[in-house]
């Protein structure tokens, strides 16, 4: 073996290489919620973390004959970390899979299988330069994690400033030339001669020549912008990018968009000319050419949307969700004095504001209309203003909500606490109006209503029947939810607009059931059957074939419907188009579980349990008290960061940037954790230093569980910079914790038996597979909350495991 030379650990080219690989990890739930859905998110999650599993299976059975050729193994497995981070993308792209032929087709399962096999590979190669190092340089375990718990840290919060300047397939180029310079970086720390450092270099310049073709990315055909371009002579006019997605902007001449979501069939008015614009391919809003004459847009009067200007004259108004200006266009027209516009995406408004200013009519720059950019019940929190009407807008597109590819999308604004926000800020009289697509049978309609119906119960109004309305056309409905008690005035001017509109009443308190189901006729009334079952009926959810139970804060899954106990029904349909009815996200991600169980088991545990060392000899820590103690840990921290990463989303705004900020600051400070590790186990031995650092975990752990609502709701008004600030001050002490155990653990194999080092790291690789995509189903059924204190439960789990099976600290420590 070559360890005597080797005075230096590779410390910085770890570092770097674990920054690449996170930051390759959020590049890919980037790029598939782009090309995919953002239910693919999650799996990247569990394919980097089976890369790290499948790794410390390798080292152990060639764990010899890697160490002998340290060096050799150690470059070679940065520079294919370097090939296969660009290039296992590329060819993933060509893989046919879509999610909606899963039950058509069985083979779409091996093609998803593919999926995981290609992209765990970058995970796999990055992987093995850390578990060679742990394992060689044995005695600097801690020293390592620290440094691959801190590269990680940097790359997840650098990748977030990529996002600001390059599109994701140039992101690609970069991360895989960093993966190259890392071996540069190596050669120089393990002592190479400076002509190999010089060869090495030239690779670190190969993946910017890739251009073309080899960095387009292949949009799914079933997203809708994929759909649209297939249209005779439509176009890209203009492409932005963000943290938040890809904002693409298209242009179709011979068959021009006509985008009026529940348009009355009966309206007569022609449609201004209109620019569609996609964020990563869905989520369809508009921006239309502003007429010469206000009479032309007559037609946004026609919308059920336009309900409430019509019950009253709400003088200021909110739009949530205000996107290429549809809404503001429709206050507009309604003569709203004053209009407070809420968008998420500053590049969405760049858009109506520059570029196409003129075109829209410089609508985003009248003297009436303000348009705030951030997260809307942030906004909310920060102002004491109260509004006639808050509105919120259709933003996500009928293809994609009705085949349920939004089921695992967090959405805060549809939950019960979102809707007594709302209630909060508006006058005495005035309006929360929302508005849906429809789906048959109805699901978000009805759970929009539920949660209605919570929130004003929970505001302490007992009779919530007499401050709800409910209409649909052939397309959408809009539920209204008055603050206060709505007026006999108020019905006939509600009867009035329908009629004239071929609209469909589903709800008022005085409905009966002839009024229903008129002009758009369905086989039965079915909203209002449902919107009437749910004020009387107490077991209507548990009757009913879809959950429709309202969302919360703790679970903020609002595209949620599915129940497992309708599954076989559904399935028994799959011949007669009764597949539409699944929820294919939420089915994806059971599919990923099981992918990674299965290729958990297979890769990781049955390889470690055939192995057999004869010459390992372990006395109180054996190798069943490894399993347990290291797949615990596996559990019990990804439990925790995917909480912290979900929780977190309403607080930093966004999904992207709860990942990016929530999972640098764990990685970074369990990394400092982990390094102080060291210098903790020399003045306090390794049970002691468990036992402080679980027992921190668990009073931050249980305070955070009963606080964070507290914390949220007072700390969302902050400033941005203040907010990310909060959040990184929230984790720090918790993450320093929680990079204590596992180091330590390694720390005292190291001394027992190094050669089960990267057994360890496999065992706890296969629990983190498994408890990424655990973490998200339990949220979505139990909440946040119970994946937290189940998260705890592991981590005493673990610590109860390690104090009973250490023996004294009698180890002769040389530091």
């Not at 600001?164 to 190479?192: K, N």
């Not at 400076?194 to 993946?207: E, I, M, Q, T, Y």
């Not at 600051?665 to 369990?670: C, Q, T, V």
């Amino acid at each position: 073996m070559e360890k005597a030379v080797h005075q230096k650990i590779p410390r910085y080219s770890i570092a770097l290489v674990s920054a690449a690989a996170l930051a390759y990890e959020i590049l890919l739930m980037k790029l598939f919620s782009i090309v995919q859905w953002h239910h693919f998110a999650y799996m990247m999650i569990s394919l980097a973390l089976l890369g790290y599993g499948v790794s410390g299976t390798f080292i152990v059975l060639f764990r010899d004959r890697l160490l002998s050729n340290f060096s050799l193994a150690f470059i070679s497995n940065l520079l294919l970390f370097g090939i296969t981070s660009i290039s296992s993308y590329l060819i993933a792209q060509q893989i046919p899979f879509n999610a909606q032929e899963m039950f058509w087709d069985p083979g779409s399962i091996l093609w998803l299988f593919t999926y995981f096999l290609l992209l765990v590979l970058p995970f796999f190669f990055a992987a093995n330069t850390v578990g060679m190092a742990l394992s060689y340089y044995e005695r600097e375990v801690s020293k390592l994690y620290a440094a691959d718990m801190i590269g990680a840290g940097i790359g997840s919060l650098s990748i977030l400033g990529l996002f600001f300047v390059l599109y994701p397939a140039s992101i690609l180029q970069v991360i895989s030339s960093v993966g190259f310079f890392a071996s540069v970086l190596a050669s120089y720390e393990l002592g190479l001669k400076p002509k190999k450092s010089a060869v090495l270099l030239l690779f670190v310049f190969l993946p910017f020549m890739l251009g073309g073709k080899f960095t387009e990315l292949n949009m799914s055909p079933y997203k809708n912008l994929s759909k649209v371009l297939q249209i005779k002579d439509t176009r890209i006019v203009e492409e932005r990018t963000s943290p938040l997605g890809v904002i693409t902007v298209v242009e179709s001449p011979t068959i021009p968009f006509r985008y009026v979501p529940g348009l009355s069939i009966i309206s007569d008015t022609q449609i201004p000319a209109q620019l569609g614009v996609y964020t990563n391919g869905e989520g369809m809003s508009v921006i239309t050419r502003y007429p010469d004459s206000f009479k032309k847009l007559k037609y946004l009067d026609f919308q059920t949307s336009a309900l409430p200007f019509h019950l009253s004259h709400p003088k200021n108004i909110l739009i949530i969700g205000a996107g290429g200006g549809s809404d503001v266009l429709q206050a507009l027209y309604e003569k709203v004095e004053n209009i407070d516009a809420a968008e998420l995406d500053g590049e969405m408004v760049a858009l109506v504001k520059g570029r196409y200013a003129e075109y829209a009519g410089n609508i985003y720059s009248k003297s009436n209309v303000n348009v705030k950019i951030g997260e809307a019940r942030g906004l909310l929190s920060a102002s004491k203003e109260k509004y006639d009407l808050i509105q919120l807008a259709l933003v996500d597109s009928y293809g994609a909500a009705s085949a349920g590819l939004y089921a695992l999308s967090e959405n805060y604004l549809y939950t019960v606490e979102a809707f007594r926000q709302y209630l909060l800020h508006l006058t005495p009289g005035g309006y929360l109006a929302l508005t849906r697509w429809i789906k048959l049978p109805p699901r978000d309609s009805l759970k929009l209503f539920a949660t209605a119906i919570e929130a004003l119960r929970q505001e302490g109004i007992d009779t919530p029947e007499k401050s709800l309305l409910l209409i649909r056309s052939w397309q959408t409905s809009t539920l209204l939810v008055k603050n206060g008690i709505i007026t006999p005035e108020e019905i006939k001017s509600l009867k009035t607009f329908c009629e004239e509109r071929n609209f469909d009443l589903a709800y008022y308190s005085a409905i009966q059931e002839h009024e229903a189901n008129r002009f758009n006729i369905l086989e039965d009334p079915y909203f209002f059957i449902g919107a009437k079952a749910l004020l009387e009926q107490k077991d209507f959810f548990d009757r009913y074939k879809f959950d429709i139970r309202p969302a919360t804060d703790d679970k903020p899954y609002f595209y949620h419907f599915f129940k497992w106990e309708v599954f076989g029904e559904i399935f028994s349909l799959r011949g007669s188009g009764g597949l539409y009815l699944m929820e294919w996200g939420y089915l994806i991600l059971v599919a990923s579980l099981i992918l990674a169980l299965f290729s958990s088991i297979v890769l990781i545990l049955l390889p470690l349990v055939s192995y057999k060392r004869n010459q390992t000899s372990i006395n109180t820590f054996g190798k069943t008290k490894i399993v347990f103690y290291f797949f615990a840990l596996g559990l019990a921290f990804l439990f925790l960061e995917i909480a912290f990463m979900q929780r977190f989303i309403l607080y930093l705004s966004h999904p992207i940037y709860s990942a990016a900020i929530v999972l640098s600051s764990f990685l970074l400070f369990a990394g400092l954790g982990s390094g102080y590790s060291t210098h903790l186990i020399k003045q306090i031995g390794h049970k002691k230093a468990v036992k402080s650092a679980v027992f921190v975990i668990l009073f931050l752990g249980l305070f955070y569980l009963f606080a964070f609502d507290t914390l949220f709701e007072h700390l969302i008004a902050l400033p941005y910079l203040v907010k990310v600030a909060v959040t990184i001050g929230l984790i720090t002490p918790l993450a320093f914790a929680m990079g204590i155990p596992f180091p330590a653990g390694l720390a005292y194999l190291s001394y027992e038996s190094p050669s089960l080092i990267p057994w360890a790291w496999g065992i706890n690789g296969c629990a983190s597979v498994i408890s990424a995509i655990l973490a998200t189903l339990l949220a979505i059924h139990f909440g946040f909350a119970a994946v937290t204190l189940l998260a705890l439960v592991f981590y005493f789990m673990a610590f109860a495991i390690f104090i009973t099976s250490v023996t004294p600290n009698n180890i002769n420590y040389t530091f």
